[in-house]
């Protein structure tokens, strides 16, 4: 994972930010209102991994590499690695969020 950890929780309910506080203790995720985000990088493939807590889901992106100007597109859970999404789900559980939110489809 890359990208530091902070929050910023101004805005959101208390019982909205909990469990986002929880995540921001996780490494690499960043709080922003109410969500948070990591990035996750590795064999060549870059994602952008969110949890949304109002909806309490969980939305993977595909990043395109640096170079490619392209835009990040959402991707189904079936396109992304196994150790990823195990990982999301160790930190769902440490925030004290339901990890089986991770399979959810939506």
Same mark, same amino acid.
């Given at each position: 994972?890359?990208?530091g @950890?902070?929050?910023? *929780?101004?805005?959101?309910?208390? !019982?909205?930010? %909990?469990?986002?506080? @929880? #995540?921001? +203790? *996780?490494? @690499?995720?960043r709080?922003d @209102?109410? !969500?948070? *985000?990591?990035h996750?990088?590795?064999?060549g493939?870059?994602?952008?991994?969110?949890?949304?807590?109002?909806? +309490?889901?969980?939305?993977?992106?595909?990043?395109?590499p640096?170079?490619?100007?392209?835009?990040?597109?959402?991707?189904? *859970?079936?396109?992304?690695?196994?150790? #990823?999404? %195990?990982?999301?789900?160790? +930190? #769902?559980?440490e !925030?004290?969020?339901?990890?089986?939110?991770?399979?959810r489809? #939506?």
């Amino acid at each position: 994972m890359s990208e530091g @950890g902070g929050s910023d *929780r101004g805005g959101p309910s208390d !019982a909205a930010v %909990e469990p986002l506080g @929880g #995540l921001a +203790d *996780r490494e @690499g995720w960043r709080v922003d @209102g109410a !969500a948070a *985000r990591v990035h996750y990088e590795g064999e060549g493939d870059r994602y952008s991994v969110e949890y949304y807590s109002p909806s +309490d889901c969980v939305v993977y992106w595909k990043v395109p590499p640096e170079a490619g100007g392209e835009t990040a597109v959402p991707v189904g *859970r079936e396109t992304v690695p196994t150790p #990823l999404r %195990e990982r999301i789900r160790i +930190d #769902l559980d440490e !925030a004290g969020i339901d990890p089986e939110i991770e399979r959810r489809s #939506l």
